[in-house]
C-alpha cells in the first residue's frame, strides 16, 4: 500500500517552478515588437534565401530546355522532400505576413490623431511602404502558384485547335516540359506584364528588407551599414533584373520555343 | 519678422482639439522660438484670451521638457537642437508654422501642446536602473571602465528623454529612447548583473504603453536633438536577442 505522503519520487527532475518552462521562455518572442520584428526578419531571410536559389533556377533556361527540364525533374523526384520543403516555406510565408500585419496595425493604432503637417527626414520611400509592396507581392505569389503550379490560367494551342493544359506538355524524354510552358507563359502580354510588376514591387521590398533585416538582427553597425545597404541594393537588382530577363528574352525572341 | 502660426488648441485631455491661426508680429530673429511663444501668448493674455500652453524647464537645451512639433519636425528644422534653443533665424519673414504637440498613443496630450510622458517614466521604473547598495565612496580606479565603453555609454546617456523620438517616428516608437537606457547600461560594468532582465522589461513596458515598433526608417535619429544614433537601437536588438537565447532565467 503506497503512503499518500508525497514522496521524492514525484518531483520531476531539472524542472522549473510554474510559469517558467520553455513556453513562458518563448513567448515575448511572440508578442512583443522587438521580438515580432525578429521573426518578421528571420523568415523575410529565409525567404529571401528562397528568391534567390528560386532564381538561379529560373536562369536555368537560358542554358537550354534539356538544364532546366532536368532541374524540374529532379525537384519533382524529390518526393516527399518535396512536400516538406513546400510546407516549410509556405509556414514561413505566412509567419511572415501575419506578424508584419499584426505590427502594422500595432503601430498605426500607436497614433490615433495623425499630425496636421506630417515631414519625412531621411526614412525612405521603400520603408514607408513596406506593408503595400508586401501585400502586392501576396496577390502575386496567389496568381503565380495558380498559373505554374496549378495551371489554372492558360492552355496552350501547339497544333491549331487543339488546346493542352500548359503543365501536361513533355519534353522528349518524357520529363515535364517546363521550358516550353516558361516561354508560352511569358508569351501572353498580360501575364509577362503582371510578372514585371510584381518583380517591381518585390525590388522595392527588398532595397528595405534585406539592409533592414541586419539592423534587427543587431548585426549593424555605422563601420558597416554603407556595405550593407549595398548589399541590399546588389540582392534587390540582381532578383529583379534576374527575373524580368526572362520575361524580356522570351518577348525578343531569345527564348523561342523548339516546337 | 512677421509669422502666421497654426497651432494646435486642447482644453483637456477629453476635448478632441483643433488648429487655430495667430498672427505673430515685430518678432526678432534673435529670440527663440519659446520666446516668440512668450511673446504670442502675452498679446492673447492682454487681449484677454488663454494663452497657449506649452512645456518648457531649463531653456537651455538640457532638460528634455519643451516638446513641439514644428512644421512636421519634432523639435523643428534644426538638426541637433532642442525647440528652447532653435533661433528665430532660422525662419522666413512671413513663413506660416505649424505647431502641434507630440503625437503619440503614449502621450495623451493634456492641454494645447503639453503631452503626458509619464509613460517613458514607467519604462524607466521596468529597468532603467542598477540595484546596488550604495555604500562609502569607491575608489575612483577601482572598477575599472575602458575608454571607448564610456565613451558610447556617454553618448547614449546624451538623452534626455525628450520623447521626440517616438514623436518623430513613422510607427510612434520609442524605440530610441529604450536603446539608449539600456546601451547606456549595458556599456558599464555596474549594468552588467541586469542586462538581460533589463532590456526584456523595458521592451514589454514599451510595448505595454502602446508606442509602436520600430521599422530602422531612422526618423528618430534626425529629430533627436542629443543626435543619439540608431546604432543603439542596434545594440538593444542584439541584447534583447542574446536575453531571449540565454539559457539564464
Ligand atoms: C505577402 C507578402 C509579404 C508581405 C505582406 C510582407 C510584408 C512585410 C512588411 C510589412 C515588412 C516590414 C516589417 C516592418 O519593418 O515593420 C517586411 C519586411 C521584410 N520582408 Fe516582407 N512581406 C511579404 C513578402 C516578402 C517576401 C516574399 C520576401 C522575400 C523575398 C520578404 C522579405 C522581407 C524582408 C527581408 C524584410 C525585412 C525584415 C526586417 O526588417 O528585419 N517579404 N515584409
Ligand atoms: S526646455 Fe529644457 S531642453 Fe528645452
Redesign the pocket.
Known amino acids: 500500500m503506497p503512503s499518500s505522503v508525497p514522496t521524492k519520487r514525484q518531483l520531476t527532475p531539472n524542472s522549473l517552478p510554474p510559469g517558467k518552462g520553455l513556453l513562458a521562455w518563448t513567448l515575448p518572442v511572440f508578442s512583443t515588437t522587438v521580438g515580432s ?1 525578429l521573426l ?2 528571420v523568415t ?2 529565409a ?2 534565401a528562397f ?1 534567390i536559389v528560386h532564381l538561379i533556377g529560373n536562369l536555368k533556361i537560358f542554358s537550354g530546355p534539356d538544364s532546366i527540364n532536368s532541374y524540374a525533374k529532379f525537384l519533382k523526384d524529390l518526393g516527399p522532400l518535396l512536400w516538406i520543403m513546400r510546407f516549410g516555406l509556405l509556414f514561413l510565408f505566412v509567419l ?2 501575419v506578424l ?2 499584426r ?2 496595425l500595432r503601430s498605426r493604432s500607436a497614433r490615433p490623431v495623425p499630425y496636421v503637417s506630417e515631414a519625412t527626414i531621411q526614412a525612405s520611400v521603400a520603408s514607408r511602404t ?2 503595400v509592396t ?2 502586392a ?2 496577390a502575386y ?1 496567389v496568381f503565380h502558384v495558380a498559373h505554374f503550379t496549378l495551371g489554372w490560367v492558360q492552355s496552350v494551342e501547339i497544333t491549331p485547335g487543339i488546346y493542352t493544359n500548359m503543365l501536361d506538355l513533355r519534353d522528349v524524354e518524357g520529363r515535364a516540359d517546363v521550358y516550353t510552358i516558361m516561354i508560352y507563359g511569358f508569351r501572353n502580354p498580360l501575364v509577362s506584364i503582371l510578372y514585371l510588376a510584381a518583380q517591381g514591387f ?1 525590388f522595392v ?2 532595397s528595405h ?2 539592409a ?2 541586419f539592423q ?1 538582427f543587431g548585426a549593424n553597425s555605422p563601420r558597416w551599414q554603407p556595405a550593407i545597404r549595398a548589399l541590399g541594393w546588389a540582392v534587390a537588382i540582381f532578383v529583379c533584373v534576374g527575373n524580368s530577363a526572362i520575361v524580356l528574352a522570351v518577348w525578343t525572341g531569345y527564348l523561342k520555343p523548339l516546337i | 519678422m512677421k509669422l502666421f502660426l497654426h497651432v494646435w488648441r486642447q482644453k483637456d485631455r477629453t476635448d478632441p482639439g483643433r488648429m487655430e491661426t495667430y498672427n505673430a508680429e515685430d518678432i526678432s530673429p534673435d529670440m527663440s522660438f519659446l520666446e516668440m511663444l512668450d511673446e504670442v501668448n502675452e498679446k492673447l493674455i492682454q487681449e484677454g484670451n488663454e494663452p497657449i500652453a506649452f512645456d518648457h524647464d531649463c531653456r537651455e537645451g538640457i532638460c528634455g521638457t519643451c516638446s513641439l512639433v514644428i512644421n512636421g519636425m519634432a523639435h523643428g528644422p534644426e538638426r541637433g537642437t532642442t525647440v528652447c534653443q532653435l533661433h528665430m533665424r532660422k525662419f522666413q519673414d512671413g513663413e506660416r508654422i505649424v505647431i502641434e504637440p507630440w503625437r503619440a498613443k503614449a502621450f495623451p496630450v493634456i492641454r494645447d501642446l503639453i503631452v503626458d510622458r509619464s509613460s517613458l517614466d514607467r519604462i524607466i521604473q521596468a529597468g532603467g536602473f542598477v540595484s546596488v547598495n550604495t555604500g562609502g565612496a569607491h575608489d575612483g580606479n577601482a572598477l575599472p571602465v575602458p575608454k571607448p565603453n564610456a565613451e558610447t555609454a556617454m553618448d547614449a546617456a546624451a538623452c534626455i528623454g525628450c520623447g521626440a523620438c517616438a514623436a518623430a517616428c513613422k510607427n510612434a516608437s520609442a524605440m530610441l529612447f529604450v536603446a539608449a537606457k539600456v546601451s547606456h547600461l549595458a556599456h558599464l560594468p555596474q549594468g552588467q548583473p541586469e542586462r538581460s532582465q533589463r532590456v526584456k522589461k523595458m521592451v514589454e513596458q514599451h510595448d505595454q504603453e502602446g508606442f509602436g ?1 520600430c ?2 526608417q531612422y526618423e528618430c535619429e534626425a529629430a533627436c536633438p542629443k543626435e543619439i544614433s540608431v546604432k543603439f537601437i542596434t545594440q538593444l536588438n542584439r541584447d534583447y536577442l542574446r536575453a531571449c537565447v540565454s539559457a539564464k532565467d
Open positions: 520584428k518578421v526578419g523575410g531571410a525567404l529571401t528568391v511572415h505576413i508584419a500585419i505590427l502594422k513596406m506593408i508586401g501585400l507581392i501576396l505569389v518585390l521590398h527588398l528588407g534585406v533592414s533585416t534587427t | 515598433h521599422s530602422n
